[in-house]
Every structure is written in C-alpha cells, then in structure tokens.
C-alpha cells in the first residue's frame, strides 16, 4: 500500500486520478501511525509551504522513519521543496531536511519576459542516470506551476532553465522529487509515477 | 526554454461544447469528453471548460462536465463560469480542476481573488477580461460580456495581479468566433503590463494568428475553440507549424 499524505494545502484529485490509472494500491491515511508500513510514501503539493507545518512532529518523525528504513519517498512541487532544510517562501516554517538546500524564490528575467511564476510546459536536462527518468530522454517537457524552487546540489539528476537553473528532479538512495507536476505532464508524467512505483515493488519484492 | 501553450477552451452549456460568434448564436460542437479526448491524443497543452452561461442563469458549471473531461487527460484543467464564491471554486476544485478562472466574481469583489489564491495558491486563480476597444483603449465587460464594468483591462489587469492572480486569460470580445486573427494590440498592452503569464483568446483561425499573438502579442499561451472544434486543424499541425517558425512548444 502506497500512502499519499494528504495535508490539506490542495487538491489530491489528479494524484489519485493518476495513481488509479496506473493501478497502484493506495490510500490517503488518516494520521501518521497510519504511515508506518507503508511501500512507499508520496507527499504531493501545491500552494504555499507554509501549508507543510501541517506535517506537525509526529507526521515528520514517521516520515523519517520511514525513510531510514528505506521506504520510497516521492515529493511533488511543494512536496519536494519540503525535503530540503527550509524555503525562502516560509522562513519560519523547517522542511523534512533529508536534502540539504534552501528553497529560493525564481527571479525570472523581466528584460526577457520571462515571468514568476515559471507557469507551463518546460525541458528536463538530465545530468546523471537516475531510476526516476527511466525511459525517457532528456529534453521531455514538463508542467511546472511554481515561484520557488530548489538549488542544484549533489543530489539533483535533473535541471530546468527559467532565467536561472534549479533542481527539477532529485535523487538519493530511496528518496526523490520532481519540481513539477507528473500528474498533470501527460505521458512523460505518468511514466515518471510508474517509474517511482516501480521502485516501491522492486524494494517489496 | 518554456514553452508557448496551446490552450483549448470548451465553452459548455447543459453539458455539451457549444461556440459562439462575439459570445452570441450559440451553436452545438460536441460532447466534452470526446473533444478532450481527441485533444489530449493531438498534444494539446492544456484545456479550459468555461461555463458560458452559469453567470447569467447563476448556475455553476456542472461537476458532472468537469469529471468527464478530467478523467480524458493528465494535463493542467481550468474551470470557469459562475464561481462566485469560495464553495463555488471548492466545488470545481474537488471536481478535477487544477485552477478557477474568475470574471465577473472578480471584478464584484476583487477580494475573492486573494481568497482564494490564499486557500489555493495563486497558480490555480486565473483571471478572465472580456475586453472590447473603445476610443482609447480597451474596456472591461462583464457578464459574458454583457456589462460594461467601467473599467480599463490593462488596469484591471494589473490589479488583478497585486491581488494574488497566477495567469490572466484575456479574450478580444470583437475577434471571439471570427477567426479574424487575435488582437495582438490588446495582448500586448496587457502582456507588457503584468509580470504573471497572459493567455490571449479570441480570433484565432489560422496558423500564422498564433505566431503573430506569440511575437507581436508577446502571449505566454493562447486559447482557441472554433478552429480546433470543428476539426479544421489539429493541435498537432499547429504545432509543427509554430515550431518551423521559431516558437518554443512541445511536441
């Protein structure tokens, strides 16, 4: 059973539309304790991260727990700027800290029109291999809706261009995240989720 | 580099698309489901429903519509028409859309933008400007373009931006349903004046219209019905279209 961790910033609709469609198990737990055992563990997100402070402590340390003991982690949008230390956007407010980086706010580039929020369809530029970008190319294009974004560390597979460089799609040992939204990116997406889901049935088998 | 979106906008009305000629003489142009569908397998980028009469019959878009054509594709879906509240938008919301589009809600109590980019983010409210020329300028219409809300789009549509809105859909009231070519003046005047991306609607019905309102509209994203409904051209030769002429899209 996969759980989507729902906490209350957006809509879960098109996850769970999308997770349907590729026949995974999943269900939306109630709580942390709900949590623990799960196959795999998907934080999705849109909207502020300040929403994130929902994850109180006990959410946090299962989560970590989790993810210690190798449990998949998938973070979306505001999901995976969650796994790093913290976000311009909400300095009061700490992430997971499994990445290290701080979240920062997109300039764009008025003088070239590009716009904040980075809305649309953009190009991932694959840097190294990564299980979550299997059987795609580098290039595929992408829905992103976002104003801030992560820095390209050591753990970034993936990078997108919109007048600066962020980390599009990361990857570490059993944790990953992508920047935009595979449940709204058409076929590429939904390869992306199968991907990850694949890697949830690899480790339970 | 982003790209520019193709948009299809399927205006709705007792459950089936229907399209217009400057927002009269509605016609029947099929059933949502199946135009999504078809829509989804040419590569459209994104798709609009907008309830075209839900302001002046004070009746949201129905969720039944919405989860018809949610379920077709895994793209961005936007719904619009009567949501004049924030129960309006929840409904749309939990129905499948992924952002509201507000028009005459917004311009009633521009406060209900902020609301509800709040609750949701700015990325999910759109706001829709039916704007019309005047003399000098562009005017603001309301009610499926039926009031004159006294304002200027350019204006309204900086104000729309201060007060939380993520994208402008800005439709030419003159060029809907003419396939005369969007108004690139309009788009433009617009597009310069916010820093939130600009979809330009209304007249698009041929090709080199969507390269004109992607350079001399400087449009983030454009909108069409007629010319995708009535299967003239498909998303996809567009596309190629663009693509040969130097505009960024996806294929």
Not at chain 1, 155 to 174: G, P
Not at chain 2, 132 to 144: I, L, T
Request: aromatic content about 6%; hydrophobic content about 45%.
């Amino acid at each position: 059973m996969i759980a989507l961790v729902d906490y209350g910033a957006g809509n879960l609709t098109s996850v769970r539309k999308a997770l349907t469609t590729l026949g995974a198990d999943f269900r939306v737990p109630g709580s942390a304790a709900a949590c623990a055992g799960a196959a795999a563990l998907i934080v999705p997100g849109v909207g502020h991260f300040a929403a994130t402070a929902a994850l109180d402590e006990e959410w946090r340390d299962t989560i970590a727990a989790e993810v210690r003991s190798g449990t998949p982690l998938l973070g979306i949008c505001v999901g995976m700027q969650w796994l790093f230390d913290g976000s311009e956007e909400a300095p009061g407010v700490g992430g997971l800290g499994v990445m290290s980086g701080q979240v920062g706010r997109l300039r764009g580039d008025p003088d070239r029109r590009l716009k904040v929020p980075h809305v649309g369809w953009n190009a991932l530029d694959f840097r190294s291999p990564a299980r979550l970008l299997r059987g795609l190319a580098s290039g595929a294009q992408v829905y992103f809706t976002h104003s801030f974004a992560p820095p390209v560390t050591s753990t970034c597979v993936a990078t997108t261009t919109h007048a600066s460089t962020f980390a599009a799609v990361v990857e570490r040992d059993n944790v990953f995240g992508v920047q935009f939204h595979p449940e709204k990116s058409g076929e590429t997406g939904l390869k992306i989720l199968r991907n990850f889901l694949d890697v949830a049935r690899e480790r339970a088998c | 580099m982003l790209s520019k979106r193709i948009i299809a906008c399927l205006d709705v009305r007792d459950g089936r698309v229907v399209k217009g000629v400057q927002f009269q003489q509605l016609q029947h142009a099929g059933d949502p489901g199946e135009l999504a569908r078809r829509y989804n397998a040419e590569g459209i980028d994104e798709i609009v429903i907008l309830d075209v009469t839900a302001t002046l019959e004070k009746r949201a878009a129905s969720a039944r519509t919405i989860g018809a054509v949610a379920r077709e594709i895994f793209l961005p879906l936007t719904v619009g028409g009567g949501i004049r509240s924030e129960d309006d938008a929840y409904a749309a919301v939990e129905a499948g859309a992924d952002k509201v589009s507000l028009n005459t809600a917004a311009l009633r109590s521009p406060e209900l933008i902020t609301t509800l980019a709040g609750r949701y983010g700015s990325q999910a409210v759109i706001v829709a400007i039916d704007a019309r020329r005047r003399e000098k300028g562009f005017a603001v219409y309301a009610r499926s373009g039926t009031h004159d809300a006294a304002r200027d789009a350019v204006q309204w549509a900086r104000e729309a931006e201060s007060r939380g809105a993520g994208e402008i859909l800005l439709t030419s009231m003159d060029r809907d349903g003419t396939r005369a070519g969007f108004d690139c003046e309009l788009t433009a005047a617009v597009s310069d004046a916010v820093n939130i991306p600009v979809i330009a609607s209304g007249g698009g019905g041929t090709f080199d219209h969507f390269t004109e309102v992607f350079t001399r509209g400087r449009a983030d994203a454009a909108l069409a019905a007629s010319i995708f409904h009535y299967a003239t051209s498909s998303v996809a030769a567009l596309k190629e279209h663009l693509r040969a002429q130097g505009i960024p899209v996806r294929l």
